[in-house]
RNA sequence: GGCGUUGUAGCUCAGUUGGUUAGAGCGCCGCCCUGUCACGGCGGAGGUCGAGGGUUCGAGUCCCUUCAACGUCGCCA
């Protein structure tokens, strides 16, 4: 143990007195005139033509490889690496010999050409290195709990304590870059539009629709709490009433909800709002920027117009408000061949209105076995599924979990509805139409990923639109707003408000990108006579109107344009475009899944003396 | 809150039907090495097998409880 203190203490003090004295020698050595020409460079600077130029380079040691007689040291920073050489007549060798991983150095040194057959092709400075003059250790690392050089998978407890140390690696700092260049596109793309980008405020008022506030209490106005914004969504309203006409803003929101692979609680929109506008000038304005963010952020150009689907459509045919349109497969309903089968579970779906039977073709699931399909059954009741009914069409036979009940006129009937070959299997769905639907959306996904269809490389943008106002709610069948009470639905619907609010469709659009819901946007309502009627029919008495909305409605009163917009993650988009499967891994500073900061360890307890300040008081942690 | 996966050296992992002293690669430490770039060679240190309990002559391995991370359902207007 004695030798595992002396040793760090001694490299602690590695800039001893001994090799100033070198570097003093070595200036001496080099002459005035060569130190005069030093210029600074970054460690993915130097090439062929810098050859002969004197450098500096500051950097963290990335590797380092020691002949003993010669040592080569990568040094690294966040433009690149350059191979340093340590010569052995050199005085600064005897300090070179004690670099570690993630020493943090300065070099001046003279840029060189690699000698014949030694140049490395990886590296972009890989046909020169520096020959060390100088080195100066600015400081020392302790062994890093896991390595930094590459990207290798390390456990995500340890990566979210050491986030400075995994932010150093090239996964993340490269995702963190395309993520920069993203926002940077979209704020150019908008201010060449005339947008102009307004801050809200982080405390605002509490409204009780939607999810669930993070409050702040209030000093000055003791029992009272501030809310951290869900969105800015009323106060980019209230910036259209007040005459900016074009608003955007890269804004921060905080939801306190349970986390997802794709969920922070708190995370980024791109927040956008126009007057005067038409949904059709938000679609065309969004697609554009999305276009140009794609071209600049990752040099790729999308030619073609993003398709567009409505909404009733999208659930019809791919069994999701957000479908993946990187690949085909779409459902198919088969209700009808079940009509007068003798299969009872089908039939009764079959002859029931609101019941169906919806297929899902599965290339190449032929071969599949029957534990196989056994363990997909599974997958489609974890998907809230009640099973599956599985037909394998073989090259030799046709093989189903109900072959008893299947006629050969009905798999060549299904065969032909789902475009099927020999080979693929055929999984059918039988429940409430919206049900099966949704469970059939949802296989349709798990087999694209089985399939490889769901490539990371390639992006499908698509427009869902021709939202429900309403939705009904599932416990007290009350209509409760698709998106958000301020949506207005389409302007030849009013007079259904107070006949069947249900069918009322809202001009209401989201953006999808491979099977991710990326956004959602719509044109406002801004009329506050038809605000109040909206308020009204969900349920709010005018009393609560007028406490949480008061501010909101009287803004309406004077005079306020028509508009709308639309909001976009951007850690999604982030998340999305560099392939990522994780939120995690484009936000610099995530929490984990329980919402905990494990670097930081927040949320913490605080002194008495602030809660006090508060007034205050923790009753029982346990929460119950 | 429910369900699932994972937890063995600093890191990534292996560990057979329960059986002697728990292994490998990388990293770390020491010595050697003048053209490497995942440098190489020789040697060495390093383990509460997540934690607690149980079954057993004997548990990394079987059972129960629990903790943590991740995924997912609920939730996210």
């Known amino acids: 143990m004695a030798f595992g203190l002396l040793r760090p203490a001694r490299r602690k003090f590695g800039v001893c007195a001994k090799s100033a004295a070198a570097v003093l020698l070595c200036f001496r050595h080099q002459g005035r005139a060569w130190?005069?020409?030093?210029?600074?460079?970054?460690?993915?600077?130097?090439?062929?033509?810098?050859?002969?130029?004197?450098?500096?380079?500051?950097?963290?040691?990335?590797?380092?490889?020691?002949?003993?007689?010669?040592?080569?040291?990568?040094?690294?920073?966040?433009?690149?690496?350059?191979?340093?050489?340590?010569?052995?007549q050199h005085p600064a060798f005897a300090q070179a010999e004690t670099l570690r991983h993630e020493d943090v150095i300065r070099v001046h040194g003279a840029v060189r050409k690699r000698p014949a057959g030694t140049q490395n092709a990886k590296l972009r400075t890989g046909e020169v290195e520096v020959a060390v003059a100088e080195l100066f250790i600015h400081s020392r690392s302790t062994v890093p709990p896991f390595p930094i050089a590459g990207d290798e998978?390390?456990?995500?407890?340890?990566?979210?304590?050491?986030?400075?140390?995994?932010?150093?690696?090239?996964?993340?700092?490269?995702?963190?870059?395309?993520?920069?260049?993203?926002?940077?596109?979209?704020?150019?793309?908008?201010?060449?539009?005339?947008?102009?980008?307004?801050?809200?405020?982080?405390?605002?008022?509490?409204?009780?629709?939607?999810?669930?506030?993070?409050?702040?209490?209030?000093?000055?106005?003791?029992?009272?709490?501030?809310?951290?914004?869900?969105?800015?969504?009323?106060?980019?309203?209230?910036?259209?009433?007040?005459?900016?006409?074009?608003?955007?803003?890269?804004?921060?929101?905080?939801?306190?909800?349970?986390?997802?692979?794709?969920?922070?609680?708190?995370?980024?929109?791109?927040?956008?709002?126009?007057?005067?506008?038409?949904?059709?000038?938000?679609?065309?304005?969004?697609?554009?920027?999305?276009?140009?963010?794609?071209?600049?952020?990752?040099?790729?150009?999308?030619?073609?117009?993003?398709?567009?689907?409505?909404?009733?459509?999208?659930?019809?045919?791919?069994?999701?408000?957000?479908?993946?349109?990187?690949?085909?497969?779409?459902?198919?309903?088969v209700s009808e061949i079940f009509a007068s089968s003798e299969f009872k579970v089908f039939r009764a779906q079959s002859d029931d209105p609101k019941g169906a039977v919806i297929g899902v073709r599965y290339p190449g699931g032929a071969a599949l076995s029957r534990r196989d399909f056994d363990a997909l059954t599974e997958v489609a009741k974890q998907f809230g599924g009640k099973g599956l009914v599985w037909i394998a069409l073989g090259a030799g036979e046709t093989k189903s979990s109900a072959a008893k009940f299947m006629t050969e006129e009905n798999v060549s009937a299904l065969r032909s509805a789902l475009d099927a070959q020999t080979g693929d299997a055929l999984l059918?769905?039988?429940?409430?139409?919206?049900?099966?639907?949704?469970?059939?959306?949802?296989?349709?996904?798990?087999?694209?990923?089985?399939?490889?269809?769901?490539?990371?490389?390639?992006?499908?943008?698509?427009?869902?639109?021709?939202?429900?106002?309403?939705?009904?709610d599932e416990e007290t069948g009350a209509p409760t707003p698709a998106h958000h009470p301020f949506t207005a639905p389409r302007d030849d619907q009013w007079d259904l408000l107070d006949r069947n609010p249900l069918?009322?469709?809202?001009?209401?659009?989201?953006?999808?990108?491979?099977?991710?819901?990326?956004?959602?946007?719509?044109?406002?309502?801004?009329?506050?006579?038809?605000?109040?009627?909206?308020?009204?029919?969900?349920?709010?008495?005018?009393?609560?109107?007028?406490?949480?909305?008061?501010?909101?409605?009287?803004?309406?009163?004077?005079?306020?344009?028509?508009?709308?917009?639309?909001a976009l993650g951007i850690d999604r988009l982030a998340m999305i475009a560099v392939g990522e499967e994780n939120i995690r891994d484009v936000v610099a500073f995530p929490k984990n899944q329980a919402a905990r900061d494990m670097m930081m360890d927040a949320p913490s307890h605080v002194p008495d003396r602030l809660l006090r300040e508060l007034s205050l008081q923790i009753k029982d942690e346990t929460g119950k």
């Open 503 to 566: 069918a009322m469709r809202a001009q209401h659009y989201d953006l999808v990108l491979n099977g991710w819901e990326l956004g959602s946007g719509s044109i406002r309502i801004h009329n506050a006579e038809f605000q109040r009627k909206i308020f009204a029919l969900l349920g709010i008495s005018g009393e609560q109107i007028e406490d949480r909305f008061g501010f909101f409605l009287r803004a309406l009163d004077y005079g306020a344009p028509p508009h709308g917009g639309m």
């Open 428 to 472: 059918l769905f039988a429940d409430e139409r919206s049900a099966a639907l949704a469970v059939a959306g949802k296989m349709r996904n798990e087999v694209a990923e089985r399939c490889g269809l769901r490539d990371p490389q390639r992006f499908a943008f698509a427009w869902v639109t021709d939202f429900p106002l309403f939705e009904r």
């Open 35 to 88: 130190r005069e020409k030093l210029t600074k460079k970054t460690c993915g600077a130097a090439r062929v033509a810098d050859v002969g130029a004197a450098i500096e380079l500051n950097g963290w040691v990335n590797r380092r490889r020691d002949h003993g007689g010669l040592i080569f040291v990568d040094i690294r920073d966040h433009e690149g690496v350059t191979q340093i050489v340590f010569d052995p």
């Open 153 to 333: 998978a390390v456990d995500e407890n340890l990566r979210m304590e050491y986030r400075y140390l995994d932010l150093r690696r090239p996964r993340l700092q490269r995702n963190m870059r395309l993520r920069h260049n993203m926002v940077k596109a979209i704020r150019d793309f908008f201010d060449d539009r005339g947008f102009i980008e307004i801050e809200t405020p982080m405390l605002i008022k509490s409204t009780p629709e939607g999810a669930r506030d993070y409050l702040v209490p209030s000093r000055l106005h003791r029992g009272t709490f501030y809310a951290l914004p869900q969105s800015p969504q009323l106060l980019k309203q209230i910036l259209m009433i007040a005459g900016f006409g074009r608003y955007m803003q890269i804004a921060r929101c905080m939801r306190d909800e349970d986390l997802r692979a794709d969920r922070q609680p708190e995370f980024t929109q791109l927040d956008v709002e126009i007057s005067f506008c038409t949904q059709e000038e938000v679609l065309e304005l969004m697609e554009s920027a999305m276009k140009f963010a794609w071209k600049r952020a990752l040099g790729e150009e999308i030619v073609h117009d993003f398709p567009r689907l409505q909404h009733a459509d999208a659930m019809q045919r791919y069994g999701s408000d957000k479908p993946d349109l990187r690949f085909g497969l779409e459902l198919r309903e």
